[in-house]
């Protein structure tokens, strides 16, 4: 049975779109067939990172009824299928999201997974990605005003008769932050199913327009993508063997000190 996820947050630059793309890959690679979908359209950066953005026919063309979903299908790290939007104004202009479940529809046929990245934000553009979806994951980072924004996108969820799975806390530090695991999951009222760190190596691997869980497969964030993927997909997730002590560390005292925080 397919089961549809779209990434969302309230605001922009929580990392929702490198979160799709790694989880999309980690899927994969556990023998899922996955597709994810770029449905920001105006602002589309998942070609840019995965080294697509000059293909010749995008999800714009598509939605905007001048070529076929197979066209805008092209082969991702680890198998993963990818559709991604294009970056002109004038194809963000023509593009029709009304579409998108059209689009959804043939897609679904094809795969077990499909991610959709969803536009930041509440517009009418955003709102149909979160109503299409059968499970909405939110990402926030650790900062009140991304909670708040993020709770803003539940609460839109709901009324239009989305789910919302849960949320993800992205760009997490040992340093003091604004919010804690516990008051993020009071405030929102879902259960944080991932605890991605602050690392570097996301950075790096953007630069090389390659998944950080395929770059830097045992750095930290990728360790906890791959947790996070690995309960998605509903598989064993085993550290990997080449994970140092004091990165496993890191993460213990990191979980620790966001959960007991309070503010």
């Known amino acids: 049975m397919v089961v549809t996820y779209t990434i969302a947050s309230g605001k922009g630059g929580t990392g929702k779109t490198t979160l799709s793309v790694n989880l999309g890959t980690m899927l994969a690679q556990y023998g899922k067939e996955t597709y994810i979908m770029d449905a920001d359209m105006g602002m589309a950066n998942m070609g840019i990172i995965l080294g697509l953005e000059n293909v010749p026919v995008t999800l714009h063309e598509v939605l905007a009824g001048k070529a076929p979903v197979s066209e805008a299908i092209y082969e991702g790290p680890c198998g993963v299928k990818v559709v991604p939007s294009g970056i002109s104004l004038q194809g963000f202009q023509n593009a029709d999201p009304e579409h998108l479940r059209d689009v959804m529809k043939e ?157």
């Open 107 to 263: 897609i679904v046929n094809q795969c077990d997974i499909l991610i959709i990245d969803a536009p930041a934000g509440i517009s009418r553009d955003g709102v149909i990605p979160l109503a299409i979806a059968d499970e909405v994951i939110l990402v926030v980072n650790p900062e009140l005003s991304s909670m708040v924004d993020a709770l803003k996108t539940k609460i839109l969820t709901e009324l239009i008769g989305g789910h919302v799975k849960g949320a993800i806390l992205n760009r997490a530090t040992l340093e003091k932050t604004d919010v804690s695991v516990h008051k993020i999951e009071e405030v929102l009222g879902v259960k944080v199913i991932g605890l991605i760190p602050e690392d570097p190596n996301v950075r790096r691997a953007t630069a090389y327009k390659t998944p950080i869980v395929v770059k830097y497969p045992d750095s930290p964030a990728s360790v906890e993508i791959k947790r996070i993927a690995a309960d998605i997909a509903g598989v064993e997730f085993k550290n990997p063997q080449l994970l140092s002590k004091s990165k496993e560390k890191f993460l213990d005292r990191l979980a620790r000190s966001l959960i007991r925080r309070e503010k």
